[in-house]
């Protein structure tokens, strides 16, 4: 293939992201990604594994000399969140990854990347290809549908792996290492109603522009969440009007921040609907300048149609869903402020979706104390069971431990500190990672989470920095090296 991305070293990194760009890889929609890294380590000659979820394992032996040094896991996941602008045509179930370059950074054109985590299958394959370089025995585990709830890692047979010295690459800045990480779980919760005909007016509004973000990584950087801020609209709305629902839906990931919501409301009376977008235009100017500085780019189209049918929810139903959403826990909602106010606890309130007699509204709470999570589990279903809504929960994972003594830790110290002569900043996280299975179901896992820059992950603006991953490809590549000494 025609491979965009030139002049970095080495090429080889490079032309295997552009591979796996390639190739459509969203949660769930891993086969051809797996089956690709099972092809690759097939003709190698590399020992491979392949479950029935696809998750693979690729083996290799330590290089010549460095065979007594004890085995070394790279570990990363190869699904990607699947987001787009809403003016963008892309299938993600059949279409690769269009990538941008400019002015040293990686981008796509109008998706999201897929750097998270693809950079990590990348530097996993080019370690893999070269013969030259000095290392342990490598164990390279590529895990499938992290982005919804860390499946794959759950369901890996780990009596495969045999090192206990964990290297995830799944951090997504330079110069900073991750040393443990909140657990979550996915809160689903659904209800069933019913619909009427009424004929009259129809009020549309649109929320759009705001930047979204990683539920975990960006929840303490005060982003609005357009469903939360939808719902402030719509309550106003139906106080000061005979307004009822006829949809509401915004988000796609349960642990992306909304960036864009859109609800219909219907009227019996066109100067009622009139009357209902004035209160919206308020509302949103409210919104609007409440927002400047933590999301100045927030929009909010405003638009009234009249002489239609609509079928709409009761009032009773309208009500109860609009109250769940403005209720619902979202943010940040405990800090340590022994610890430069790390977030400990979050939810993020990823989807709304209706459909024709249904609606369902997923949560993604975080905590990196467990049992603070099962109070935030408790606070969800008491809101559950008093607005008549169904809970499950699901997808739930557990939080990675901090080490007080941690020799890979100590190793990408030393390698950071000689290679550019700066500090390795350590710091522990309140998104999700895959380490805390691991280190769960090996006992004395010695485990960094580390990577280049990535920056805006879950979102159509992710971007890559190329110096960066240079830069990293040869701290990890330094590191292998000390730890086959």
């Given amino acids: 293939m025609a491979y965009i991305i030139s002049g970095y070293k080495p090429e080889a990194l490079f032309h295997f992201f552009e591979d796996i760009s390639a190739i459509p890889r969203g949660s769930g929609n891993e086969k051809g990604i797996s089956d690709f890294l099972v092809a690759f380590a097939q003709e190698r000659g590399l020992d491979v594994y392949q479950d029935d979820v696809y998750n693979v394992i690729i083996k290799k032996a330590a290089s010549a000399g460095a065979e007594g040094a004890a085995p070394v896991m790279m570990q990363g996941h190869i699904d990607m969140v699947c987001d787009k602008l809403a003016s963008v045509e892309h299938d993600f ?24 985590n693809g950079i990590a299958v990348a530097l996993m394959m080019t370690v893999l290809d070269d013969d030259t370089l000095v290392h342990p025995a490598l164990e390279c585990v590529f895990t499938t549908d992290e982005e919804t709830g860390l499946i794959g890692a759950e369901t890996l047979d780990k009596s495969k792996i045999s090192a206990r010295t964990m290297i995830n ?10 040393v443990s990480c909140a657990g979550g779980v996915v809160a689903t919760l659904t209800r069933s109603f019913s619909r009427e005909r009424i004929e009259g007016s129809s009020l549309t509004i649109e929320i759009s522009g705001l930047l979204g973000g990683h539920s975990g990584s960006d929840i303490h950087l005060e982003r609005g969440n357009a469903n939360l801020l939808m719902a402030r609209i719509v309550e106003q709305v139906m106080r000061g009007t005979a307004a009822r629902l006829v949809s509401f839906d915004g988000g796609t990931k349960d642990n992306a921040i909304t960036r864009e919501c859109k609800a219909v409301l219907a009227f019996a009376d066109a100067s009622d609907a009139q009357r209902g977008a004035d209160i919206a235009r308020d509302v949103a100017a409210d919104i609007s300048r409440e927002l400047e500085v933590f999301d100045p780019s927030f929009a909010c189209a405003v638009e009234v149609a009249d002489g239609v049918a609509l079928d709409a929810m009761d009032a009773k139903d309208s009500w109860a869903l609009i109250s769940l959403i403005r209720l619902a826990p979202n943010g940040v909602l405990r800090r340590n402020v022994a610890a430069d106010g790390f977030v400990e606890v979050s939810s993020n309130l990823g989807v709304v979706v209706t459909e024709e007699g249904s609606v369902t509204v997923l ?24 607005l008549g809504f169904n809970v499950s929960f699901d997808n739930e994972y557990p939080g990675w431990s901090y080490a007080e003594h941690s020799h890979v830790r100590e190793v990408f110290q030393e390698s950071y500190r000689e290679l550019f002569g700066t500090e390795l900043k350590i710091e522990s996280i309140h998104a999700g990672l895959e380490c805390g299975l691991f280190a769960e179901a090996l006992p004395g896992l010695d485990a960094i989470a580390v990577g280049p820059t990535l920056s805006n992950v879950h979102t159509p603006d992710e971007s890559m920095s190329l110096d960066s991953a240079e830069r990293f490809y040869e701290l990890l590549v330094d590191v292998l090296k000390r730890l086959a000494a």
């Fill in 93 to 116: 179930e059949h279409d690769g990854i269009e990538l941008v370059v400019k002015d040293g950074v990686l981008t796509a054109n109008g998706t999201t990347l897929g750097a998270d």
């Fill in 169 to 178: 690459l799944d951090s997504e800045e330079e110069g900073v290492a991750t």
């Fill in 363 to 386: 949560l993604s709470p975080r905590s990196s104390i467990s049992s603070l999570q099962e109070e935030i589990k408790e606070r969800i279903q008491t809101l559950a069971d008093t």
